[in-house]
C-alpha cells in the first residue's frame, strides 16, 4: 500500500528516536557524576578503600558514556536546526541563551574530568582530588538545566511579543526562566541521579545474587540503595508540583493523560483501564479525589476535563499510559529502596535474600523506562503544538525530501553505537574484575 510521503512524520519519528536515545547515556551523565563523589567522600570520610574503589571504577564506566551522549548531543543539535528550520527562525533568538550556556556547562564539565581522571593520587591530601569532581557534577547539573529550560520554553513560552510569523521584544532571561522551569528542570534532575543511582544498585544487586559476597559489592548496594530512597521521595514530591503545574498551565494535558472528559470537582484518578470508542473506561483502577488532589491539593477542587478544549487541540489519549508509567515506577520504586532500608536495620540476617536483590535488579531498567515515559510524555503531551499555542507542530518542520533515508541512516548509526558502548563497558570490567583489583590494592 503507498504511504504519502509526510517529512514533518519523519522528522517527529527521527526527533524522537535521537531523544530516546540520548536520554539513555544523558541520564547516566547527569546521575553518575554525583554517585562518584558520594562514594569518593565516603571513603575519604570513613577512611574506607572499598568506597574509593567503587568511585574509580564507576568514572571508568561513565567515560563511555559520556563520549556516547556527545554524538547523540551534537546530533540532536543539528537535527533542530535540519529539520526545524521554521521553529528555529521563529524562537531561534529565545532560546540561543541556555543552548549556549549548556555548551558551555558541558566544556566545564569535560575540562574538568579530565582533570579528575588524570590526578589519582597525585595528592597527598585527597579532598583536593574530590573538589576536582565538584565541577564536572555541577557542570552536569548545569547542562541538564540548561537544556531543559528550552523544553520549559517549548511549554510554556514567554518573554516576547510576536508579530506576524516573527518574535520581537524579546528578553533572552524572561525566556529562560518561564512558569514550567521550577518543576521541569527539578524533575529532570531528581529522577537522572534516581535512575543512575538504581543502575548502580541493580548491578551490585546482580553480583551479590551470582554469589559475589565480597563486602565491596554489599557497601556499593548500601549507598545506592540510600541516595535511592532519598531521591524517590524527592520525586514523588516533585512530581506532586508537576502535577499541579500542569492543572494551571496545560489543563487539555493533564485532562488527556487522566482520560478526564468532563470538567468536574472530586475528580478520581485513573490508573490502568481501556478506552472504548464512545469514550467509555473499563478496568480502570479509580482513586477516589485522587485528581483533584494532585491537580490542587484538595479533594473537592474542580479538575478542568476535554470538554473545554477544541478536539484539534486535544494530544493523543495514549499518553494516558505514559503517566501510568510514571506513577507505577515511582511508587515502586520508592517501595523498594524503603523495603531495603527497612530490612538494612530491622532483618540484616536476611538482607540479601534473593527475592530482595531480584526486585532492585528490576528497579533498574524500570527507572530508565520512566525517565524515557517522561520525556515521552513531556513532548507528546504537548502536542500539536510545537511551541505551546504559538506554533504547531506540522507548521515548524521542514519541507525537505529524504528525510526518511536520514532517519534509517541514523537509526543503524544508534544501533553501532549502542552496541559499541555496551561491547566497550562489558570489556573494560570483565577484563579487569573487582575481584583482580581488590587483590591488586590489597584490600
Not at 490508573?271 to 470508542?277: C, P, R
Not at 494516558?320 to 508509567?325: E, G, T, W
Request: hydrophobic share 50%; charged share 15%.
Amino acid at each position: 500500500m503507498f504511504i504519502e510521503y509526510d517529512p514533518a512524520v519523519y522528522s517527529r519519528i527521527l526527533t524522537a528516536l535521537t531523544l530516546s536515545f540520548h536520554i539513555l547515556f544523558a541520564t547516566i551523565g547527569v546521575g553518575v557524576p554525583l554517585m562518584i563523589a558520594l562514594a569518593e567522600w565516603t571513603g575519604i570520610r570513613k577512611n574506607d578503600p572499598h568506597y574509593i574503589l567503587l568511585a574509580r571504577r564507576w568514572a571508568r564506566g561513565f567515560v563511555v558514556t559520556v563520549a556516547v551522549g556527545v554524538v547523540t548531543g551534537t546530533a540532536i543539535g543539528l537535527q533542530l536546526s535540519l529539520l526545524w528550520p521554521d521553529f528555529m527562525q521563529l524562537a531561534g533568538q529565545a532560546i540561543s541563551l541556555p543552548l549556549f550556556m549548556e555548551t558551555f556547562a558541558f566544556f566545564v564539565e569535560a575540562i574538568f574530568l579530565g582533570i579528575y581522571l588524570y590526578t589519582w593520587d597525585r595528592f597527598t591530601n585527597p579532598v583536593k582530588h574530590l573538589l576536582l569532581l565538584m565541577p564536572v557534577v555541577i557542570g552536569a547539573a548545569s547542562s541538564a538545566f540548561f537544556i531543559t529550560t528550552v523544553n520549559a520554553f517549548m511549554n510554556a513560552p514567554q518573554g516576547f511579543e510576536i508579530i506576524g510569523n516573527t518574535l520581537v521584544d524579546i528578553s533572552p532571561l524572561t525566556a529562560m526562566f518561564n512558569p514550567a522551569v521550577p518543576t521541569k528542570t527539578a524533575h529532570v534532575l531528581i529522577t537522572c541521579y534516581l535512575a543512575s543511582a538504581l543502575i548502580l544498585a541493580m548491578i551490585g544487586a546482580l553480583r551479590i545474587i551470582r554469589g559475589e559476597t565480597h563486602v565491596y559489592h554489599k557497601k556499593a548496594l548500601h549507598l545506592t540503595m540510600t541516595a535511592a530512597f532519598v531521591f524517590s521521595i524527592s520525586t514523588v514530591l516533585i512530581g506532586d508540583l508537576s502535577g499541579k503545574y500542569l492543572a494551571h498551565y496545560q489543563p487539555e494535558k493533564l485532562a488527556a493523560a487522566e482520560w478526564h472528559f468532563e470538567s468536574t470537582a472530586h475528580a478520581p484518578l485513573l490508573l490502568g483501564g481501556v478506552l472504548l470508542e464512545n469514550g467509555e473506561v473499563r478496568y480502570a483502577l479509580e482513586l477516589p479525589y485522587a485528581l483533584s488532589i494532585l491537580a490542587h491539593g484538595r479533594p473537592d477542587a474542580h479538575v478542568t476535563g476535554l470538554d473545554r478544549f477544541p478536539e484539534e487541540d486535544i494530544a493523543p489519549l495514549w499518553i494516558h499510559y505514559l503517566f501510568d508509567v510514571m506513577v507505577g515506577s515511582g511508587v515502586y520504586l520508592l517501595f523498594i529502596s524503603a523495603l531495603y532500608l527497612l530490612y538494612f536495620w530491622k532483618f540484616p540476617g536476611k538482607l540479601y535474600h534473593r527475592a530482595l536483590m531480584k526486585g532492585i535488579i528490576i528497579s533498574g531498567p524500570l527507572a530508565m523506562l520512566a525517565v524515557e515515559a517522561g520525556w515521552i510524555f513531556t513532548e507528546v503531551g504537548r502536542q500539536p503544538w510545537i511551541l505551546y499555542q504559538v506554533m504547531r507542530t506540522t507548521e515548524g518542520a521542514t519541507t525537505a525530501y529524504h528525510v526518511d533515508a536520514v532517519l534509517y541512516l541514523f537509526t543503524g548509526l544508534y544501533a553501532v553505537l549502542g552496541a559499541t558502548a555496551g561491547i566497550v563497558l562489558w570489556r573494560m570490567f570483565t577484563h579487569n574484575p573487582v575481584d583482580r583489583e581488590i587483590f591488586k590494592r590489597g584490600l
